[in-house]
C-alpha cells in the first residue's frame, strides 16, 4: 500500500502562492493516479484536483480551475500542486490521495496522507 508524505503548506496573504508537494513510497507509484483534497474548520472534504498516472488527465474543482495547477513527477514519486491566487476561502488542510484511476480520486478513494495546513489571511 502507498504511504503519503504531503509538505509545502503555510500561512500566505490573499493573492500570494504555494506549491504543495506530496511524496509517495511503496506500491507501484506510477500506476497511481493522485489528487488534492481538502477540508476547511466546520466544512465536508472537497475534491481539489487529480492527475491520471500518466499526467495526461487532469480535472480541477470549478472553485480552483485556473488558479491551481496538478502535476506529477513519476520518476520521483511525487506529486504538487501550484496554486495562485489565492483566496481566504482556500483556507483549509490539503490531503494527498493516490488510487487505481482518476475516477477514484475525484470521488474520494484510494489512501490518503495526513494532511498540510494552508492558510490564506485577507
Known amino acids: 500500500q502507498v504511504q503519503l508524505v504531503e509538505s509545502g503548506g503555510g500561512l500566505v496573504q490573499a493573492g500570494g502562492s504555494l506549491r504543495l508537494s506530496c511524496a509517495a513510497s511503496g506500491g507501484t507509484f506510477s500506476r497511481y493516479a493522485m489528487g488534492w483534497f481538502r477540508q476547511a474548520p466546520g466544512k465536508e472534504r472537497e475534491f481539489v484536483a487529480g492527475?491520471?498516472?500518466?499526467?495526461?488527465?487532469?480535472s480541477y474543482a470549478v472553485s480552483v480551475k485556473g488558479r491551481f495547477t496538478i502535476s506529477n513527477d513519476n520518476a520521483k514519486n511525487m506529486v504538487y500542486l501550484q496554486m495562485n491566487s489565492l483566496k481566504p476561502e482556500d483556507t483549509a488542510v490539503y490531503y494527498c490521495g493516490a488510487a487505481g484511476a482518476l475516477g477514484r480520486i475525484v470521488a474520494g478513494g484510494g489512501s490518503w496522507g495526513q494532511g498540510t495546513q494552508v492558510t490564506v489571511s485577507s
Open positions: 492527475i491520471s498516472w500518466s499526467g495526461v488527465s487532469t
